[in-house]
């Protein structure tokens, strides 16, 4: 709980604040990388730098935080805090790399905000900084001691890698040592080092679809303009080996909820979707499920084999689709949930680029579906999060 002294203090500044985060931010991360250029080597994708998304997300939680703090002061933004944990702890961040960030943070808000950056405010700011942290590393220890092992990435052996649809190839891969692996649950991603051209790592995290007992499967579209998965497609060869972390993740189904579930995606946004119907398909076949996806042909559709199987094994799951090319699925164009019966009740789970989300959201909202029922996994740092909206509506 923030104290009775600070809490004024940043009711006060937190406009100021959240209005200079897009200033203070490339500051707080060219001062962090030019002291610990280390930190983009398998930790920090270099990506999500260049675009700006990363650090954004990152200040941007804090003022969220914040504001979070001053409106309900006995609680925490839990989904929030707990996604961040996963993405963390994915990466094998240690409480010792806080005071990092601290430092590096503080100094670029002291000189965007210069005389306003008062003993008081700075103060203030610094209780927000270590509530925050400090509830990210008690989540992520927590994470750590359920694993497995005591690893944070272990070495795992391409076995096969084969085209599942136009420009998206699966990878599957076996451990090349002895460390036990951590169980995945539906829903869950894993995060993957590569080195690239210049020799760094960079890691990149991928949803885990059904594999083999022992094995960890995953599906990657090819983004011509990516750092990583270029490299994943055209230079990684059956045989490698390569650093894979232990699977994190909170986008999963509740096992206490046994209502109607429905499951939206577009593009490669299906590989949790076919994880979802892996495990529904195995432990709860007759459960009511629509699926609904959208992309842009038939052939582009990454798992659209799988996904009518698993659905033609269910005889309470439906299917309906959206595809760009003429003649093709069961509607033309972009998704419209109300071509679909939602089922009264449904948690909905959504995976796919973030103006698709938001547009299905709003749709799915508008047509009665409370805000709290509906998920959604982001693949990249999550930005929609800041608009307390998406999350608490
Ligand atoms: C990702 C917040 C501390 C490294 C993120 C994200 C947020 C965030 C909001 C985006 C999550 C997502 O949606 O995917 C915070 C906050 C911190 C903190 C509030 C302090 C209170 C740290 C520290 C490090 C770190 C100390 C390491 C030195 C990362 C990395 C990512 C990340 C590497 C992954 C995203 C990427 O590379 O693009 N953090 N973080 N964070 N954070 Fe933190």
């Not at 002294?5 to 001062?31: C, D, H, L, Q, W």
């Amino acid at each position: 709980m923030l104290s009775e002294k600070s809490r004024p203090v940043v009711e006060a500044t937190i406009g100021i604040i959240g209005e200079r985060i897009p200033n203070i931010t490339p500051v707080f991360y060219k001062s962090m990388f030019e002291a610990r250029p280390d930190l983009l080597d398998g930790m920090f994708s270099r990506a999500n730098q260049k675009n700006g998304t990363q650090p954004q997300a990152l200040a941007g939680s804090i003022a969220m935080f914040a504001s979070h703090l001053l409106n309900h002061p006995d609680s925490y933004p839990d989904e929030v805090l707990s996604r961040v944990a996963h993405k963390h702890a994915s990466l094998g961040l240690l409480p010792e790399e806080y005071p990092t960030v601290h430092e590096h943070l503080f100094g670029a808000i002291a000189a965007d905000l210069g005389d306003a950056a008062t003993p008081e405010v700075v103060a203030a700011w610094d209780e927000v900084y270590w509530l925050m942290a400090d509830a990210l590393i008690k989540i992520e220890k927590g994470l750590y001691s359920q694993q497995a092992n005591d690893v944070m990435f272990a070495p795992f052996r391409l076995i096969s890698k084969e085209p599942v649809a136009e420009g998206v190839v699966a990878f599957e891969f076996e451990p090349a040592d002895d460390t036990p692996m951590t169980p995945s649950v539906a829903g869950q991603y894993i995060s993957i080092q590569v080195v690239v051209m210049d020799g760094l790592r960079q890691p990149r995290q991928f949803t885990l679809v059904p594999s083999d007992p022992g094995h960890r499967r995953i599906v990657v579209r090819e983004d011509p303009e990516g750092e990583v998965s270029p490299i994943l497609h055209e230079d990684i060869a059956v045989g490698d080996v390569l650093e894979i972390s232990n699977p994190y993740g909170d986008v999963t189904l509740d096992p206490d909820f046994h209502g109607p579930l429905v499951l939206v995606s577009a593009g490669i946004g299906i590989t949790p979707v076919v994880a979802f119907l892996d495990q529904l398909a195995r432990e709860d076949p007759e459960r009511e499920v629509l699926v609904l996806h959208a992309d842009r042909s038939e052939a582009a559709w990454p798992g659209r084999e799988l996904v009518r199987d698993y659905v033609s094994r269910m005889p309470n799951a439906k299917l309906v689709s959206w595809l760009a090319a003429p003649g093709e699925g069961d509607f033309a164009g972009h998704m419209d949930v109300s071509q679909a019966e939602i089922p009264e009740g449904a948690e909905v789970f959504m995976c796919g680029p973030l103006a698709f989300m938001q547009s299905v959201r709003s749709q799915l909202v508008s047509g009665g579906v409370p805000g709290r029922s509906i998920h959604y996994e982001i693949f990249g740092p999550d930005l929609w999060m800041l608009h307390d909206e998406a999350r608490t509506a």
